[in-house]
T-cell receptor
Framework: NAGVTQTPKFQVLKTGQSMTLQCAQDMNHNSMYWYRQDPGMGLRLIYY???????DKGEVPNGYNVSRLNKREFSLRLESAAPSQTSVYFC????????????FGPGTRLLVL | KQEVTQIPAALSVPEGENLVLNCSFT??????LQWFRQDPGKGLTSLLLIQSSQREQTSGRLNASLDKSSGRSTLYIAASQPGDSATYLCAVNDYKLSFGAGTTVTVRA
């Protein structure tokens, strides 16, 4: 099992460009999450999907959109990148949201110039 | 809004010393608390998960305690080794995970 995979591993964007971060899990999990990690601030939840077909905002959703493509895949889109979105982005999944352990991908490092 | 604090932000100890990492949270209505390890440039690895009904959880040299009433958890790592050098994050689960900023540990050989 690969667990949670993320692509790309690293990306450089110019302000105003768009891109989609991809996430896939092969653990048959129902719930999936997107976080961003900034120095000294811990991880903050951007969006989550409790089950296929549903998505909800987290703590810092502004400037992002998500798509739960199917049970395996959950993508994060930046429509018009800003320097404030420079961060490390982590995708995670769990069996069912709430009480379960979350499993994390290796992260995508994004630099917006 | 749940606030999670980890003190100290960084810790350096000689090999063999026991490590004590602290985590505090503001809202005691939680499902569970999780401790993660993060190596530089890597993702998060789950170490221990303590359910709200539990007082502690153990795995090898790691022991985590939970005191919901006081909003505290402590991660103990016995007989530290250089390979334990990493950032340790605690996360409180009240349906969504709220993370502390982490404690960066350096174990000197």
């Amino acid at each position: 099992n690969a667990g949670v995979t993320q692509t790309p591993k690293f990306q450089v964007l110019k302000t105003g460009q768009s891109m989609t971060l991809q996430c896939a899990q092969d653990m048959n999990h129902n719930s999936m999450y997107w976080y961003r990690q900034d120095p000294g601030m811990g991880l903050r939840l951007i969006y989550y999907s409790a089950s296929e077909g549903t998505t909800d905002k987290g703590e810092v959703p502004n400037g992002y959109n998500v798509s739960r493509l199917n049970k395996r895949e959950f993508s994060l889109r930046l429509e018009s990148a800003a320097p404030s979105q420079t961060s490390v982005y982590f995708c995670a999944s769990s069996t069912n949201g709430g009480r379960e352990t979350q499993y994390f991908g290796p992260g995508t490092r994004l630099l917006v110039l | 809004k749940q606030e999670v604090t980890q003190i100290p932000a960084a810790l350096s100890v000689p090999e063999g010393e026991n490590l004590v990492l602290n985590c505090s949270f503001t809202d005691s209505a939680i499902y569970n608390l999780q401790w993660f390890r993060q190596d530089p440039g890597k993702g998060l690895t789950s170490l221990l998960l303590i359910q709200s009904s539990q007082r502690e959880q153990t795995s090898g040299r790691l022991n985590a305690s939970l005191d919901k009433s006081s909003g505290r958890s402590t991660l103990y790592i016995a007989a530290s080794q250089p390979g334990d050098s990493a950032t340790y994050l605690c996360a409180v689960n009240d349906y969504k995970l709220s993370f502390g900023a982490g404690t960066t540990v350096t174990v000197r050989a």
